[in-house]
């Protein structure tokens, strides 16, 4: 037997954060980034060691110096002309409806 509850309200995805590259302070990132990794000992035999230390180093600066966000719903290739358009074809279907 199956059953299909028609009430069962949508859940909300998550959309995790994303790095917003064009807001970035690229300067400010290259000067914390060499700061952070000159502390980094690779001298040592351990390699799985400096490699963590010059990820997480990295990753702090970017946290410091690129914003991130996410937007509910954000399209990949959705721009300003083609909002425009939508808005355009949007109005004129109304208009025909209208009549």
């Known amino acids: 037997m199956l059953t ?3 009430n069962m309200k ?3 995805t998550y959309t995790p954060p994303r790095w ?4 970035a302070n690229w300067s400010k990132f290259a000067s914390r980034s060499d ?6 000992n690779i001298k040592t035999r351990q390699i799985d060691k ?3 230390a010059l ?4 990753l702090s600066a970017a946290h410091e110096c690129i ?3 996410s937007r509910r719903n954000y399209i990949l290739y959705w721009s300003e002309e083609l909002q425009a358009l939508h808005e355009e074809v949007t109005e004129a279907r109304d208009n025909v409806e209208k009549e």
């Not at 917003?20 to 807001?23: C, E, R, V």
């Not at 990820?55 to 990295?58: E, G, N, S």
Request: charged share 30%.
């Open 10 to 12: 949508r859940s909300l």
């Open 55 to 58: 990820t997480k180093a990295i």
């Open 20 to 23: 917003n590259y064009k807001k």
């Open 67 to 69: 914003p991130r966000g």
């Open 35 to 40: 700061i952070l990794t000159t502390r980094i």
């Open 50 to 52: 400096a490699n963590k």
């Open 4 to 6: 299909v509850d028609l």
